[in-house]
């Protein structure tokens, strides 16, 4: 089992670049390993985030446990909040 992080490193976006950043901290800091998955390769790997997540318009930062949808900064946030991460991460 893996943590996979679709991200990119094109954007023009200053949230989806600080939110990328801090989930990225936040996996290192708890020493989650993750592989980062960067969209901005082609198209079919963006296609391939979306479908994977169910969304045909998702932007990164966008969580799998392997293939399984974890989900997106959002709901990351609400679980570092409530303290939760591993369980959402499907690594609990």
């Keep these: 089992m893996g943590i996979k992080l679709y991200y990119t490193t ?4 200053r949230e989806v670049k600080s939110q990328q950043a801090e989930v990225m901290r936040i ?3 708890k020493s ?7 969209i ?4 079919a790997v963006r296609d391939e985030m979306r479908s994977k997540s169910g ?5 990164p930062p966008q969580i799998f446990n392997e293939d399984q949808y974890c989900g ?4 990351f946030s609400e679980a570092v909040e409530a303290d939760t991460v591993e369980q959402f991460l499907k690594i609990a």
């Design 27 to 29: 996996l290192e800091s």
């Design 55 to 59: 969304n045909p318009t998702a932007i």
């Design 72 to 75: 997106n900064y959002e709901m």
């Design 40 to 43: 901005s390769v082609g198209g």
């Design 32 to 38: 989650i390993k993750y592989e980062l998955i960067d």
């Design 10 to 13: 094109v954007t023009a976006s």
